[in-house]
């Protein structure tokens, strides 16, 4: 499976745009790339995914590079309940064992009032 | 459209007792997923089911640990003569398909504590 790099933790202050960069430079052709994120003593929760072009949802933007060596999970403006830890992942549209989800440490932001 | 459930959501068990941990998928959804979290580590897959099948359990212990997802009712992952070491959170999820776009919904998880 191809492997993703984030950074161990990032801050934020309230209200402002976070950006929460991955670095996937073995992504495959066929490779989606999925963002969760686990808000303390909770599941994981969905958040977003692209393959190819930016994506937009009401949680938050995915900007995928021209090369998709690398991605950037974007939150518009941050709030408390955004404080979480948040995994990017891929997955092979082309099947084999793409069900299982690898979870990395993942990035843990910590929200500022 | 209800969520993924999990129940118990705290479950104590005394060493070599065993435990039952019980999720209910999404509606429509026939797919699911159980993955583990031990404390300070990430999450790791343990199994993969649909309906009465296990579909891939690579990820599950050798021994103690054996999952279903009968045909009605919800799928169980049980646990043998539990030791301390299986103290963790035990997540559900459910998916509607397996490709690479679909998303798998979580529930709340189970935690569990081996006295």
């Known amino acids: 499976d191809a492997k993703t790099t984030q950074p161990n933790s990032m801050e934020s202050n309230e209200e402002e745009p976070v950006h929460l960069p991955c670095n996937h430079s073995t992504i495959s052709g066929t490779d989606y790339i999925h963002w969760y994120r686990q808000l303390p003593s909770q599941g994981p929760e969905y958040v977003i995914h692209g393959l190819t072009s930016n994506v937009n949802n009401r949680m938050a933007s995915l900007a995928i590079a021209e090369d998709r060596k690398s991605s950037t999970l974007i939150l518009h403006r941050a709030t408390l309940r955004d404080a979480a830890v948040y995994y990017c992942i891929l997955r092979d549209a082309l099947g084999g064992s793409n069900y299982k989800l690898t979870f990395g440490k993942g990035t843990l932001l910590t929200v500022n009032p | 459209n209800a969520g993924v459930m999990q129940n118990p959501r705290h479950l104590v068990r005394r060493r070599g007792q065993e435990a039952r941990l019980r999720c209910s998928p999404m509606k429509g959804h026939s797919h699911v997923y159980w993955y583990r979290q031990l404390p300070e580590e990430g999450l790791k897959f343990m199994v993969y089911?649909?309906?009465?099948?296990?579909?891939?359990e690579s990820g599950m212990p050798k021994e103690r640990f054996s999952a279903e997802f009968p045909k009605e009712g919800p799928s169980i992952l049980r646990i043998q003569q539990v030791v301390r070491g299986d103290s963790a959170a035990y997540f559900c999820?459910?998916?509607?398909?397996?490709?690479?776009?679909?998303?798998?919904?979580f529930g709340p998880g189970t935690r569990l504590t081996v006295l």
């Open positions: 999820a459910s998916s509607e398909g397996t490709s690479g776009y679909n998303e798998q919904f």
């Open positions: 089911l649909q309906k009465e099948n296990i579909i891939d």
